[in-house]
Nanobody, 126 residues
Framework: VQLVESGGGLVQAGGSLRLSCAAS????????IGWYRQVPGKEREGVSC????????YHSDSVKGRFTMSTDSAKNTVYLQMNNLKPDDTAVYYC????????????????????WGKGTLVTVSS
């Protein structure tokens, strides 16, 4: 089982990036997929989540209206589209998967996840 993130990079404030999370060894259908981010010295923050099994998506207040998630079943890949990026969005972004969970209300971020990727760095310059 493996999750691999890609798509990070350097972007100016107001710009956009699309992160990808490609899964191997399992399919997303029965998993909740969450995107987290972490800045060195700060706690990890759950920002967005999608659970295809029950159709729920969740975005934290800090990214709501700017970030969206989508899935591509054929590629077994989940995307995080990030628009109107701000310097505060600078972080290492990780995707994680949890079997059988729901993203409803974002409560999943209070619990551990089954699988994690290694992360991709997003840097937003002012």
């Amino acid at each position: 089982v493996q999750l691999v993130e890609s798509g990070g990079g350097l972007v100016q404030a107001g710009g956009s990036l699309r992160l990808s999370c490609a899964a191997s060894g399992f399919t997303f259908d029965e998993y909740a997929i969450g995107w987290y981010r972490q800045v060195p010295g700060k706690e990890r923050e759950g920002v967005s989540c999608i659970s295809r099994r029950d159709g729920h998506t969740y975005h934290s207040d800090s990214v709501k209206g700017r970030f969206t998630m989508s899935t591509d079943s054929a590629k077994n890949t989940v995307y995080l589209q990030m628009n109107n990026l701000k310097p505060d969005d600078t972080a290492v972004y990780y995707c994680a998967a949890d079997w059988g969970s729901s993203c409803r209300g974002g409560l999943i971020f209070n619990y551990g996840m089954d699988y994690w990727g290694k992360g991709t760095l997003v840097t937003v310059s002012s």
